[in-house]
């Protein structure tokens, strides 16, 4: 459960980034209908996969609850609030990766190259406390944000 609920927000935030970034280009055609505007395009990409997201995660949170024996209380406004916040991030970052796109084609090779280490340095795998204390440094400095016990 720990890793769903880390990796599921995670995921759409990175889906939702990567189709709102390339809706223009995959909706070239349709763009060239007066009525058809980039904001139509990136709207609808936003809208189509939050809501398959949002499907995903509900489907696999229950199927897990379903199968495993756990006392788990679902806690519904964070749920909703972090599921919100990664679309909302998606989109912005899609946005602005939409932009740089179009005005540097090699923006996507670079992006992608630059967001590879991301999951990683996400927690979800691991969580900072279960770093050893050398793994926690930062340009030599140990973060002290969290005191044991």
Known sequence: MFYATGFLPFNLYQTLSGTVARALAYSRPLLRYPAVTWLDAILARFVLNSLTGIVITTLLITGILAVIDSRTAIDLPPLVEAIT?????GLGVGCINAVLMGLY????????????????????????EDLPPVRRTCCGIIHCCISPG
């Open 105 to 128: 084609p090699l923006w996507d090779v670079a992006w992608s190259i630059i967001t590879r280490p991301l999951f990683l340095a996400s927690g979800v795998i691991y969580i900072y």
């Open 85 to 89: 916040l990664a679309m909302v991030l």
